[in-house]
Structures are given as structure tokens and as C-alpha cells.
Nanobody, 125 residues
Framework: VQLQASGGGLVQPGGSLRLSCAVS????????LGWFRQAPGKAREFTAH????????YYPDSVKDRFTISRDNAKNTIYLQMNSLKPEDTAVYYC???????????????????WGQGTLVTVSS
């Protein structure tokens, strides 16, 4: 399984970016899918999750109502739409996928067994 993240860059506060993650070697409809981020000097943290059926999404309070995770099964790609960006959103963003069933929470890194290389998002004026 390979994941290739893209779409990061420099954006001003209040701006938007859309991250993409192309997945190969695994079918999205049978996978746990998520995004995590790691800010400088901090631990990696859960950012978004979409269920296998694509009917439910989960976010931490820090990004809820600003970020949206989605996926395109035909393109085997997941996305993270980020709006109203803040300087504290600056981080390396990682996409992740995992097996369809697990006892671990969607917010737990151990839920996922495959990771993208990360894409840097910098929010600054």
C-alpha cells in the first residue's frame, strides 16, 4: 500500500487549501482513512477521519467546521479541504489508511498501517 500526499504550501490566515492523497494497493471503500498533522516541536495529532461507507466524518474541535475530509473512490484519492486557516494550523499533514476492522479508535495512530510522506502547510502573512 502506498499513499502520496500533495497540495501543501504557503497560505495567508483566513485562506483555503485542499490536500490530496492518492492511494494505491488498497481499495478506499474497504479502508479506514484519515488525516493527521504534526506541528513543529509537537506530537502528531488526529485531524480527520471518514468511515469506510463514507457516510460519517470525525474531527477534533480544533478543526471542526473548518476542515472537510472526503474521498473519490473512482480516483482512489482522499482529500482534506481546509478553510479559514489559522497560523496554528501550520504543520506537516499526513494521510493514512488502515484495515477495515480494528479495536482501535479512528483517532489513534495505531488504527492505520500505511502513511503518506507528508505535505507541509504554512499559514502566515
Amino acid at each position: 500500500v502506498q499513499l502520496q500526499a500533495s497540495g501543501g504550501g504557503l497560505v495567508q490566515p483566513g485562506g483555503s487549501l485542499r490536500l490530496s492523497c492518492a492511494v494505491s494497493g488498497r481499495t478506499l471503500s474497504t479502508s479506514a482513512l484519515g488525516w493527521f498533522r504534526q506541528a513543529p516541536g509537537k506530537a502528531r495529532e488526529f485531524t480527520a477521519h471518514i468511515t469506510r461507507a463514507g457516510d460519517r466524518t470525525y474531527y477534533p474541535d480544533s478543526v471542526k467546521d473548518r476542515f472537510t475530509i472526503s474521498r473519490d473512490n473512482a480516483k482512489n484519492t482522499i482529500y482534506l479541504q481546509m478553510n479559514s486557516l489559522k497560523p496554528e494550523d501550520t504543520a506537516v499533514y499526513y494521510c493514512a489508511s488502515g484495515p477495515p476492522w480494528s479495536t482501535k479508535s479512528y483517532s489513534d495512530e495505531a488504527r492505520y498501517d500505511s502513511w503518506g510522506q507528508g505535505t507541509l502547510v504554512t499559514v502566515s502573512s
